[in-house]
């Protein structure tokens, strides 16, 4: 089962700034931009820009939590998930703000599905623009969102979790392995008498070795 994504969610564009967003940091609303954006599908809050107002100071168009935020421009279309915080937040202009009906779908699952390698790259043939390629608001309501049922959604997240858990640790496997190698080639230069490699992070100098005064 599928469904375009306008009759799954309620979408509408975040907060346009007039102005370059400059931060205070003792501002009340935080601002989300698309470096906010995790590839993970989390928010980084750390560093995250702060306003003392909103573009609407009337009625600010706050975020909640469960809604999605997405990229729109550039050429990666990450999703992120809005958490529960208790600073209130606003979305930048170039963002959308999706709000899923969770009767049908889970925030959670919308993100997983969003930031799929199939999804990005049928993104990256929807944006148009040939300077910084964007999405059109209409291209993306129109998306075609595989849909399982909410108990088989959550079940999709987890195992995304999962996966993502395992390619972590993976690099690190690698990262201690390559480690070793480089110790072990040192110990065997030296064995053999030979010279010893450069330091691993320490990059090498180009060019000739000046000569000693005489």
């Known amino acids: ?93 170039s963002l959308f703000i999706i709000s899923p009906d969770a009767a049908r779908i889970a925030p959670e699952y919308l993100v997983f599905f969003l930031n799929l390698p199939a999804t990005q790259a049928a993104l990256r043939q929807m944006a148009t623009g040939s300077t910084i390629p964007n999405l059109r608001r209409s291209a993306i309501e129109q998306l075609e969102v595989p849909l399982p049922n909410l108990p088989d959604q959550h079940w999709l997240v987890e195992l995304a979790s999962l996966v993502r858990k395992e390619s972590e640790i993976s690099k690190r496997i690698n990262s201690l392995r390559l480690q070793e190698l480089h110790a072990l080639t040192v110990e065997r230069a030296k064995k053999a008498g030979g010279v010893k490699p450069p330091d691993s992070n320490r990059p090498e100098r180009l060019g000739k070795r000046p000569q000693a005064l005489s």
């Open 1 to 93: 089962m599928t469904g375009c994504l306008n009759e799954l969610v309620r979408l509408r564009v975040g907060s346009p700034f007039r102005e370059r967003i400059q931060h205070d940091a003792r501002g009340k609303f935080l601002v989300v931009q698309g470096k906010d954006i995790g590839s993970d599908g989390a928010l980084i809050l750390d560093g995250m820009v702060r306003v003392a107002e909103a573009p609407n100071k009337k009625a600010p168009d706050t975020l909640s939590q469960g809604d999605v935020i997405f990229q729109t421009r550039g050429v990666s279309y990450r999703a992120a998930i809005v958490p529960n915080v208790s600073t209130p937040m606003i979305a930048a202009g």
